[in-house]
C-alpha cells in the first residue's frame, strides 16, 4: 500500500505524515492477530471444557409425582365436617370512669 498521496496537501506535508500511517497499520495487523489468537484459546478452552467435563447424571425426576401437582384427584374430597355450636364470648369489662384514668406523661 502506498502511503503517498493521500490527501490535496502538498507532497512535503504528506510524506511528514506517511511515519504515523504506517504506524496505524502495524497497530491494526497486531490487535486482529491478537484478537484471533485470543479467539482461538477461548474456543479451545471451550471444545476442551465441552468434551472433558463429564455431564451430570442425578435423575431429578425420579421422585416426581404427578398427582401432588395434578388439579382433578381420583381421591373424593372429605365429607365437609358439621360446625360445632360455641359458647357466646364473656362480654367484654367495662371502660374505666373518666376521672380513674391516670394522666399522660410525656417522657420521651
Known amino acids: 500500500m502506498s502511503f503517498m498521496d493521500f490527501s490535496s496537501w502538498p507532497r512535503d506535508q504528506e510524506q511528514s505524515f506517511v511515519v504515523y500511517e ?3 497499520k502495524e ?3 497486531k490487535a486482529f492477530m491478537m484478537g484471533v489468537v485470543a479467539a482461538v484459546i477461548v474456543f479451545v478452552a471451550a471444545l476442551g471444557i465441552y468434551a472433558g467435563v463429564e455431564p451430570d447424571k442425578r435423575d431429578l425426576g425420579k ?3 404427578m398427582s401432588n401437582i395434578s388439579r ?3 381421591k373424593k ?3 365437609a365436617e358439621t ?3 360455641e359458647q357466646p364470648a364473656a362480654a ?3 371502660a ?3 376521672g380513674d384514668t391516670p394522666p399522660a406523661s410525656d417522657k420521651k
Open 22 to 24: 504506517q504506524r496505524a
Open 27 to 29: 497497530s491494526q495487523s
Open 63 to 65: 421422585d416426581f409425582n
Open 72 to 74: 382433578t384427584s381420583s
Open 77 to 79: 374430597a372429605p365429607a
Open 83 to 85: 360446625p360445632k355450636t
Open 92 to 94: 367484654p369489662a367495662p
Open 96 to 98: 374505666p370512669a373518666a
